[in-house]
């Protein structure tokens, strides 16, 4: 069941639930970015623990199978700059963005978990360098990974073509509205 919803929502949709389009956005980078006044951006008004949720929901999904579920965007199915839905629960919307049309991008979801909260056992250094740190304000960073992880190394992953670069993450509210005016 859980396998089947995540799958509803990691379709190709885009942005936002209503059709919106996504529009490319060049502030968005690899970097960490928290959606507040000081970055031009609008806070997204989100809990710290709808947030937490969000990650640990991720995080358990890719823990069911043994060699943990991976999260792919490729050139032909998703172009640059789109957005698709990971989970939402509450008042966050976690978005997967494509950040380069020429790359098949493929990630673990926990590695998306980690990036959110920096980890299930982030210290407190951890957390602040994650999307976690943006607090309140949701924010956008690329998928940490570590290229020496046997998953990203695989004669299957390999032979796709499939690189962990090119996916950011996205902590947006799941007010429409409010997502829709993040930068």
């Not at 991976?70 to 629960?89: N, R």
């Amino acid at each position: 069941m859980l396998y089947s919803r995540l799958i509803k929502l990691a379709a190709a949709t885009t942005f936002l639930a209503g059709g919106v389009a996504a529009q490319c956005n060049d502030s968005e980078g690899p970097d960490l970015l928290c959606y507040n006044e000081s970055s031009g951006g609008v806070s997204q008004d989100v809990t710290e623990a709808d947030i937490k949720y969000v990650a640990s929901y991720l995080r358990s999904y890719g823990a069911q199978t043994k060699a943990g579920r991976q999260f792919t965007m490729t050139a032909a199915d998703a172009p640059d700059c789109a957005e698709w839905t990971l989970y939402a629960h509450g008042t966050v919307l976690a978005l997967g963005k494509h950040l380069d049309s020429s790359l098949n991008s493929s990630v673990l979801f926990s590695d998306i978990a980690d990036t959110i909260d920096g980890g299930a056992s982030a210290t407190p250094e951890q957390q602040a360098a994650a999307i976690y740190g943006c607090s309140t304000d949701g924010g956008s960073r690329a998928v940490g990974y570590d290229p020496a992880n046997p998953q990203y190394n695989t004669a299957a992953y390999l032979a796709n073509g499939y690189t962990p670069k090119g996916i950011l993450v996205k902590i947006v509210s799941s007010n429409a509205q409010l997502a829709a005016a993040v930068l």
